[in-house]
């Protein structure tokens, strides 16, 4: 097993998942702090770990895992099973390997905008766990339309950024509890996407819209007239790939209007190394029946061991650096 300290608390581990295939798993928080190299100097191995509820991710073919809040870790367990892995591993394995600290866990952009890709047929056909509390995937598409519905901006709290309701013709903020004096202008841009396959509408929220406008909602905003202005206008027609983060609403209910996470300028280059590698590993499924199996459960496990990313680090810094990608 190989070992590599993280900078805040994030520790990743290489696994020997057969004796020939590795495979990478992200510890979070606490569970990283279990693997203090010093704890493991003088085990001469090899360490059987065992680690439950994770998620999965799939990247150009190469699995990775990552711990959720319910996920736990055995090390060494004491059962027959353990101990034939030991058995069989000793051959092969002198303990932990600490590889020095890295950017390996930093998934890059270029990874990023193909995470759990998609087409948008795919994204509302797929037939959600209902145990499932949130997902990231990516999607490529073109803007058709802005959906002005519902506004393209709304008028938040300058605390807490809530949205503020307006009472007497004065703004109030039900978290803060009180009238706001400087409610600030923030940007909800419904757009409507499509591809070769289907449409959908997604909603764009300030930080991502900002940067890709390159402009604040405020100097956009105007007293006199709600209509959609030429800049949020001048969207339509443009074509790029989108990390979404599927809510409740999205999963349990259906609902579409997906939350926008990050954009990213389309990279034609890397967008036809993708597909090629698609249709190479169709072939190979075909090819391959065993092969067809393990990818099959693997999608199974995909989508059923996948816990309330809520509480992730990863997807709180998601939320928070929503950030618009160029490449
Ligand atoms: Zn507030």
Not at 31 to 51: A, C, H, Q, R, S
Not at 81 to 93: D, G, H, Q, R
Not at 240 to 249: A, E, G, H, I, P
Request: glycine letters at 4%; aromatic letters at 10%.
């Amino acid at each position: 097993m190989k070992y590599s300290q993280m900078l805040l608390g994030v520790y990743v581990v290489w696994v020997i998942m057969k004796l020939s295939e590795t495979s990478k798993i992200t510890l979070w928080g606490d569970l990283g702090k279990m693997f203090e190299p010093k704890l493991y100097e003088k085990d001469n191995g090899p360490v059987i770990v065992i680690v439950t509820s994770t998620t999965i991710k799939n990247f150009r073919g190469e699995v990775s895992y990552s711990t959720t809040t319910a996920s736990k870790i055995y090390i060494n367990l004491k059962t027959d099973y353990v101990a034939s892995l030991v058995e069989k591993f000793s051959t092969i394995s002198n303990g932990v390997e600490v590889i020095e600290r890295s950017n390996v866990n930093k998934i890059s952009p270029e990874e990023e905008m193909f995470l759990n890709r998609m087409n948008i047929e795919e994204l509302l056909k797929t037939d959600w766990s209902p145990q499932l509390k949130e997902y990231f995937l990516t999607v490529r598409g073109k803007i058709t339309e802005i959906d002005n519905t519902f506004g393209w901006y709304y008028i938040s709290c300058q605390k807490c950024f809530r949205k503020l309701e307006l009472e007497d013709g004065v703004y109030k903020c039900s978290k803060c509890n009180n009238k706001c004096d400087y409610p600030l202008v923030k940007y909800k841009i419904h757009i409507k996407v499509e591809d070769k396959t289907a449409e959908t509408t997604l909603v764009i929220f300030n930080d991502i819209a900002e940067s890709l406008l390159d402009t604040a909602a405020n100097k956009l905003f105007k007293q006199t007239t709600n209509d959609v202005p030429t800049e949020i206008q001048s969207l339509c027609g443009r074509e790029f790939v989108y990390k979404l983060k599927l809510n409740t609403f999205n999963l349990k209910y259906g609902h579409e209007n997906f939350t926008v996470s990050k954009v990213f300028n389309l990279n034609e280059k890397l967008e036809e190394q993708d597909e090629l590698k698609k249709i190479k590993d169709h072939k190979e499924k075909n090819n391959n029946t065993n092969e067809e199996n393990e990818n099959k459960n693997r999608k199974e496990l995909h989508f059923k061991d996948i816990t309330a990313a809520k509480d992730l680090e990863d997807s709180d810094e998601d939320y928070h650096h929503s950030i618009f990608v160029k490449l």
